[in-house]
C-alpha cells in the first residue's frame, strides 16, 4: 500500500453538541450552543479547549479504507491555506483507526488558547507517521472561534482572574483609548518610565512628557494640554532634570490671576485694619 494517504476531514463538533447533549469526556461537558467540551460546573471555571475532529483515510490508489491499527497522527493549526504561519500544533501518538475511520480531541495533548483563533480564518493540516503532510487544509468553521469567545472577557464580569496575567490592555507600545458615544473618553500612553493619562476631551494631549494627567475637561475650542516646560538649575524641585515640569498651557493665565487676587487681598486688608480716627 503506498505511504500517502488521503483524509475525507470533517469538524463535526456543532453536529456532535446536537445529537450528544450532555455527553461528557473526562469529567467535560459537551455544550449543545458552542459544540465545546466545557467543565462540570463544580470541577473549575476555566473552560476545557477541546475540538472534536472526525476524518476516514484511506489509501489514494484504490479509495479503500487503510488497515485497521493505531496510529501516530500530527495536528495543526495555520493562517493560510498553504505555507503560511503555524499556529498551533500537537501529535497524537495512538489514534485508532476502523474502517479507516477515526475521531480525536484537538487540544487533548497541547492546550489549544484563545490567541489560536483569535483572527480568520485558521486552517487544519493533518499529517499520518512519515507521509507527508496531506492538502489540501481543512478550514475551520465557526464552532473553533467560539475558543476565543469563550475566554474573552465577559460583559457581566469576570471572576477567578489572576492581576497581572488576565488583562485589558495591550502588549506592545501603541497607546489604548477607550470611547464612550463614539468619542475618545480616555487615553492612556506607553512610556518606558511611566504612562501618561489623558481624560476628557478628545483634543487633549501630552507633548514631550512621561507621567502627566490630564483628569478631563476641555473642548474644541480649548483643549487642554500638557508639555514639558525649560527650566534653569535654580529652579524649584518640581523643574529639575529628574522630573521635567509638567503643566496645563494656561498656567501662566492662572498664576497671575491668583497673584492679582491675593494683591487685592492684602489691600483690603490694610484699609480694613487702620486705626480708628
Known amino acids: 500500500m503506498t505511504t500517502e494517504r488521503t483524509i475525507i476531514a470533517i469538524l463535526v463538533a456543532f453536529i456532535l453538541g446536537v445529537l450528544l447533549t450532555g455527553t461528557s469526556i473526562g469529567g467535560a461537558v459537551l455544550d449543545p450552543v458552542t459544540g465545546l467540551f466545557q467543565p462540570a460546573a463544580a470541577a473549575s471555571p476555566a473552560p476545557v479547549n477541546l475540538v472534536n475532529f472526525q476524518g476516514e483515510l484511506t489509501d489514494p490508489g484504490t479509495g479503500d479504507p487503510i488497515a485497521d491499527g493505531n496510529y501516530s497522527i500530527r495536528f495543526s493549526v495555520w493562517d493560510s491555506l ?83 496575567t488576565d488583562i485589558v490592555g495591550t502588549t506592545d507600545n501603541q497607546a489604548l483609548e477607550l470611547h464612550v458615544d ?16 489623558i481624560g476628557g476631551f478628545s483634543g487633549n494631549s501630552v507633548t514631550g512628557a512621561f507621567g502627566a494627567t490630564i483628569g478631563g475637561g476641555g473642548a474644541s475650542s480649548s483643549a487642554n494640554s500638557a508639555r514639558v516646560v525649560n527650566s534653569s538649575p535654580n529652579s524649584s524641585a518640581r523643574t529639575s532634570s529628574h522630573s521635567p515640569a509638567i503643566r496645563p498651557k494656561n498656567e501662566t493665565e492662572s498664576v497671575r490671576r491668583s497673584a492679582t487676587t491675593a494683591s487685592t487681598r492684602r489691600e483690603s486688608s490694610s484699609t480694613c485694619t487702620s486705626p480708628p480716627s
Do not use: C, I
Open 82 to 164: 498553504a505555507a503560511g504561519s503555524e499556529k498551533w500544533n500537537e501529535t497524537q501518538a495512538t489514534v485508532a483507526v476502523a474502517d479507516g475511520l477515526f475521531s480525536v480531541l484537538l487540544g487533548s495533548v497541547t492546550a489549544l488558547t484563545a490567541t489560536v483563533f483569535e483572527e480568520s480564518p485558521r486552517y487544519l493540516e493533518v499529517k499520518v507517521g512519515a507521509d507527508p503532510a496531506m492538502t489540501p487544509r481543512q478550514q475551520f468553521a465557526t464552532v473553533a472561534y467560539a475558543f476565543h469567545a469563550v475566554n474573552a472577557w465577559s460583559l457581566g464580569g469576570n471572576s477567578g482572574t489572576t492581576a497581572g
Open 182 to 197: 463614539g468619542s475618545r473618553a480616555l487615553r492612556l500612553e506607553p512610556d518606558a518610565t511611566s504612562p501618561n493619562v
